[in-house]
């Protein structure tokens, strides 16, 4: 049976005026016109990959029909740049968007990213929808009002704060995924446990990741979004506790945008398993967590079957790339560190000496 279009939780910043519905459910794609009221914007335009749109293009085309226009952009982290951004723009130009259109961002990261910020430059801010299509995204890309673009061979170093007007997680999207790709998204559901929810670390280790019913799987993907949510709706604009969003992230950041310039690029929830190793190691050296809870988290990614080492030839890279990282002041990094399994703590600075260390470890 069809599953009814819900809201299972609500990104809210009080201060900023911002309140943005998130539905989760299988199969609630077909039903987006019954919370977003497409009669109410000029235009509307769906963005999408050219995987999603091999995968996904007829049942979008079946929703929209003639009433939207589509744009479809290649698909892969390397496309999310300025001149994909460009090419965006200039369509919504050539079909006559304005002020009061609306743009729907149908895929992965890469495309709510590159999306939303296309909205938010657009006639200096257009509305849009993001319906995020990968288990990675509809945890974390999606929502928290994050967009950008990767330049000067850096991770997101041009992008703004702007909110959709809703998020649609559908999860019947993900079961064209290929196992890799869903696997990858496990990384920040673990990176959110690990930064605020030990309850939820319990539960995903005795999850069996690769046989997870409709059931556990929306469950696990609402509580996930909730602790994006809660810290989000406290620091919409990254000044303190946002942060520890980041865990994972500034050794992660850094061989992902390495890996993009070999055969086979990791995706960004296998790099941010990598970077969270490194990160734990860092705190276990820093004497914040105990062996045990190193142990624990390195075995949790092992179990989801996502990468915990990187080849050895990356290392100086590795450092270079954390040194141009935006969440630097001052050229110091500004780590964020776990204060044991549910606690991350934010702006630590570490020696050279237990860096190397902890960047040693994950070499293989």
């Known amino acids: 049976m069809k599953a009814r279009i819900e809201e299972h939780t609500r990104l809210i910043v009080p201060g900023n005026k911002v309140s943005v519905p998130i539905y989760i459910g299988n199969d609630i794609f077909s039903d987006i ?8 914007f000029s235009k509307v335009g769906v963005l999408m ?9 007829e049942d979008i085309h079946k929703v929209f029909g003639k009433k939207a226009a589509y744009f479809v952009i290649p698909a892969g982290e390397e496309h999310k740049e300025l001149s994909t951004a460009e090419r965006i723009l200039t369509s919504m130009i050539e079909h006559g968007f304005d ?15 590159i999306g939303g910020f296309v909205a938010s430059v657009y006639m ?7 319906v995020p299509t990968t288990l990675l995204a509809q945890t974390d890309a999606a929502i928290g009002g994050k967009t950008g673009i990767d330049f000067g061979g850096l991770k997101n170093m041009v992008g703004t704060f702007t909110n959709p ?18 696997r990858s998204g496990f990384a920040e559901v673990i990176k959110h446990a690990l930064i605020s929810d030990k309850k939820l670390f319990a539960k995903l280790s005795e999850a069996d990741f690769g046989a997870m019913d409709e059931e556990e799987l929306a469950q696990i993907l609402a509580d996930s979004c909730k602790i994006k949510c809660e810290v989000v709706s406290k620091d919409s604009n990254e000044k ?3 942060k520890i969003l980041n865990f994972g992230h500034t050794v992660g950041h850094a061989i992902e945008m390495i890996s993009q310039d070999t055969p086979e690029p990791l995706l960004h929830g296998e790099a941010i398993s990598i970077g969270m190793v490194a990160e734990a190691r ?3 050296l820093a004497g914040l967590i105990t062996k045990q809870d190193f142990e624990s988290i ?22 270079g790339k954390m040194l141009g990282d935006k969440k630097n002041e001052q050229k110091k990094i500004k780590w964020v560190l776990l204060k044991g399994v549910g606690k991350a703590v934010i702006d630590e600075e570490q020696p050279d000496r237990l860096i190397n260390k902890a960047i040693d470890y994950i070499l293989a």
């Not at 002020?99 to 990213?113: A, E, F, H, P, Q």
């Not at 007007?165 to 869903?182: G, K, Q, V, Y």
């Open 99 to 113: 002020r009061k259109s609306l743009l729907i961002n149908v895929g992965g990261g890469m495309v709510c990213d």
């Open 298 to 319: 390195e075995k949790i990614l092992q179990k989801a079957q996502l990468p915990v080492r990187v080849e050895k030839k990356f290392k100086n890279k590795i450092y």
């Open 282 to 284: 860092l705190s276990l």
């Open 165 to 182: 007007l809703a998020i649609l997680c559908d999860t019947l999207m993900l079961s064209t995924l290929p196992e890799r790709e869903f």
């Open 49 to 57: 990959d050219k995987n999603v749109a091999y995968h996904w293009g």
């Open 33 to 40: 016109t019954s919370v977003i009221e497409l009669n109410s």
């Open 240 to 242: 303190g506790l946002r």
């Open 124 to 130: 200096r801010g257009i509305s849009f929808v993001n």
